[in-house]
């Protein structure tokens, strides 16, 4: 009889030959494995039904969010079809609609200011470069000296998400930062990463997202941010300064255009071009 560890083992593999991330393998492997801890079942045992009734325990009992339900599909999906081998119609007919919501954006003051109040060294200019680049939290880590290619002004981003390498322009204020702290501060780490911390490890996602948190409310942010608001507010300063959905979308890595198009709703050159406009017309009222 095949056991839950032995599918999970098969999943794994299945997944690995298939290519998805580590961050998306932890997740599938997690989904279903409460699966069949709500069913008290083995998974072999499971049918099209059982699916169905899990699914709408997700969305209507549990009330979880769109984006954890859309994961639990994709994992079951993957589950049955590639390493189960079974090919249910439920999974034609599942439709998890995410809310398009505009991500919160800093003005280019509000940026400097916490920059500013970051007193570790390493970790602010860590926040600077993500900031000034557009960098996911995890890509700003990772970087190394070998990928700054000061000749060409630019930083190639290897491996990044969909596993995607692409060049970033890389700004003169920053490329001097980065020669300083590099020559006075060089890190000890045998990867060459630019940013390390304590006995030359990796700085941890964690660590630098609590720095972040504290620099905001020192500030007395009054919004919610965290370190990605870095990255949307670079792309939205970008927009702003009249550079095309299209060149953003490069720099940022996106799939997909109308993932960019979502900064055109959180500029503010339009917003006031049409507050002089609407201004105008209506002065006589």
């Known amino acids: 009889m095949i056991t839950l560890e032995n599918w999970r083992e098969r999943m794994t593999e299945d997944m690995r030959l298939h290519d998805l991330r580590g961050r998306t393998i932890g997740a599938y492997t997690l989904a279903v494995r409460l699966f069949p801890e709500r069913l008290e079942k083995a998974p072999q045992d499971a049918t099209e039904e059982d699916v169905r009734k899990y699914v709408l325990h997700l969305r209507d009992e549990r009330l979880q969010a769109p984006s954890s339900i859309n994961i639990a599909v994709c994992a079951l999906r993957f589950f049955f079809a590639r390493t189960m081998q079974r090919e249910y119609d439920v999974f034609d007919l599942m439709r998890v609609t995410k809310p398009r919501t505009l991500p919160a954006v800093l003005s280019r003051a509000e940026v400097r200011q916490l920059l500013t109040v970051v007193r570790h060294p390493v970790r602010r200019l860590a926040l600077t470069t993500i900031y000034a680049q557009g960098l996911r939290l995890g890509e700003g880590l990772a970087l190394q000296a070998g990928q700054i290619e000061s000749s060409r002004s630019v930083v190639m981003v290897r491996n990044g998400k969909g596993g995607k390498d692409r ?36 700085i941890h996602e964690t660590t630098l997202q609590k720095t972040f948190t504290a620099a ?40 997909s255009l109308r993932t960019t198009e979502v900064y055109m709703h959180v500029t503010l050159p339009g917003r006031e071009r049409v507050q002089a406009v609407v201004d105008h017309l209506m002065r006589d009222l």
């Open 167 to 202: 060049a970033i322009p890389l700004p003169a204020p920053l490329l001097q930062r980065l020669r300083r702290y590099w020559k006075e501060e060089r890190p000890a780490s045998s990867e060459r990463l630019l940013f390390v911390g304590a006995e030359g490890a990796a």
């Open 216 to 255: 905001c409310s020192e500030v007395k942010l009054e919004r919610h941010a965290t370190i990605h608001t870095l990255r949307h507010s670079y792309a939205t300063h970008l927009v702003e300064a009249g550079i095309s959905l299209r060149t953003v979308q490069d720099i940022l890595g996106h799939s």
